[in-house]
């Protein structure tokens, strides 16, 4: 990627988004790992282009900062 959009991690969580090229169009891509247990967890966002970005991105977002890990001590983490 040519730069970072956003980054964040917290304690089990990293988050990262960027523009990619395709074509003479500028799509974004954002990637979420996070840990929950002996599992690693992976989420990946695609936007084609810049207008579908700045629609779907904060709902896109939202959804993803719901999802909980399964895990009790995992989920205890962020309150430490």
Do not use: C, M
């Amino acid at each position: 990627p040519e730069k970072i959009l956003s980054a964040e991690n917290t304690a089990n969580r990293v988050e990262l988004t960027t523009p990619q090229h395709v074509g003479y169009n500028t799509a974004f891509y954002t990637v979420v790992l996070f840990v929950d247990g002996d599992d690693l967890h992976i989420i990946e966002a695609f936007y084609p282009n810049e207008e579908t970005f700045k629609k779907r991105r904060a709902s896109v977002e939202k959804a993803i900062g719901e999802i909980q890990p399964h895990s009790w001590w995992v989920a205890f983490i962020p309150f430490i």
